[in-house]
């Protein structure tokens, strides 16, 4: 029994008239919570992460949308694998009621304009998606990656032909060739799409055993990519001619491989600059010093004045990450936290003392002034 399929808005958490941000931002959330790598113990995690990608194609192009709004799934209920094939003409509706046993085709290409490609006619194979996660640093520096995929690709029998080898294509006995049947309802001569060859006028002698005469077959394909540097998350790739194999030579769909980023252990990023927090000893913040400050490329030295409190940014320019557009670089903001010592042995707490007794008021002017802004609390 079919699964039944549920509502693209409840797959992403958000309103019929969610803009398209709000979409992006739930699915954004949404897939990082749900990748196979992060679940790898849910046998349910990939179905969930195929149907947010699903929803998200849909609610991001306004013309699906649009289609969606209107006749829900059913507007996709004869599309293709991935997202480019998937587009559901609503005039199938009107092909349906008069391509069967009614007026025959004729009276929907005299009204609306033609019946669209015919199915023996070369067509074009599907856009398919890929969802890639990568290091910050590959997304800092670019990379070269390889992918599998499962999709169709070209039969290596028939070479795409859909034939038999040394079979031929012959005109169709049926309509002579010309894709269309004349049939007579009392008054009315109406032409209608021809049965046998479904308008294409010719037919294939032998069609290929192994792939049934679709021209295509089920393979595992290898993709290369190159990752600019400086990508964002979210960012979409686009593969040219990668994607499914077309049905009976027609030409290949796209591959399209969107971005995911990992969390780094140590950095955050905001656009292109990166942000991290350097712990340091309470005497480096007091006296002044120089400390190490890890990057994408290494460490670097960062000067620290003496009296330096703790949460104070430090700016490295030029430490963060390339711009996409390769002419400017970030930065890396460092937060200095200042350590205070958990333990201390019988020697450092008399020293401690002391020096707290000959610091006084004078060197904690944020300590007295927030006491004499809060002395009404204190009466």
């Known amino acids: 029994m079919a699964t039944k399929k549920r509502d693209y808005y409840e797959v992403l958490g958000v309103g019929r008239n969610a803009a398209d941000e709000e979409v992006k931002r739930a699915y954004r959330k949404l897939a990082v919570k749900f990748h196979p790598d992060k679940n790898p113990d849910d046998p349910h995690a990939e179905e969930r992460f195929k ?20 006749f829900g799934h059913a507007a996709f209920a004869r599309g293709g694998a991935g997202f480019g094939g998937g587009f559901h003409d609503p005039f199938d509706i009107f092909r349906e009621v008069f391509g069967q046993g009614g007026f025959g085709g004729g009276i929907f290409e005299t009204f609306f304009g033609g019946a669209g490609p015919r199915s023996e006619d070369p067509q074009r194979g599907s856009d398919l998606r890929y969802d890639m996660q990568i290091k910050l640093e590959e997304a800092a520096f670019g990379a070269e990656k390889e992918i599998e995929i499962e999709k169709l690709d070209t039969c290596d029998k028939c070479h795409g032909s859909g034939a038999e080898p040394g079979s031929r ?5 049926t309509c002579g060739g010309r894709g269309q049947v004349i049939s007579s309802r009392g008054f009315f001569h109406v032409s209608q799409t021809c049965p046998r060859c479904r308008g294409a006028g010719k037919i294939i ?3 290929c055993r192994q792939c049934r005469g679709e021209g295509r077959v089920e393979k595992l394909s290898r993709v290369k990519l190159k990752i600019p540097p400086g990508i964002r998350e979210g960012s979409r790739l686009r593969s040219s001619h990668n994607g499914e194999a077309g049905i009976r030579g027609g030409p290949p ?8 980023i990992k969390e780094h252990k140590i950095f955050q990023r905001d656009a292109d600059n990166l942000y ?10 007091a006296l002044g010093s120089e400390v190490d400050v890890p990057t994408l490329e ?10 330096t409190q703790s949460g104070q940014m ?19 903001l460092a937060r200095l936290i200042v350590e205070v010592p958990s333990r201390l042995n019988a020697e450092q707490r008399r020293k401690l003392e002391e020096f707290a007794a000959l610091c006084g008021e004078e060197n904690t002017p944020l300590r007295k002034s927030f006491f004499e802004r809060a002395k009404e609390f204190f009466q």
């Open 169 to 173: 294509t012959v005109s169709c006995p």
């Open 314 to 332: 430090f700016k490295l320019r030029g430490k963060g990450i390339m711009n996409i557009n390769g002419r400017d670089r970030g930065d890396l």
């Open 205 to 207: 002698e032998k069609p």
């Open 298 to 307: 290494g460490k670097a030295h960062l000067k620290v004045p003496a009296g």
């Open 276 to 285: 991290c927090e350097v712990p340091i000893p309470f005497s480096i913040a």
């Open 253 to 260: 769909g796209d591959l399209y491989v969107v971005i995911h």
């Open 51 to 70: 149907e947010l990608g699903e929803a998200y194609d849909v609610l991001m192009d306004p013309d699906k949308r649009a289609a969606y709004d209107r």
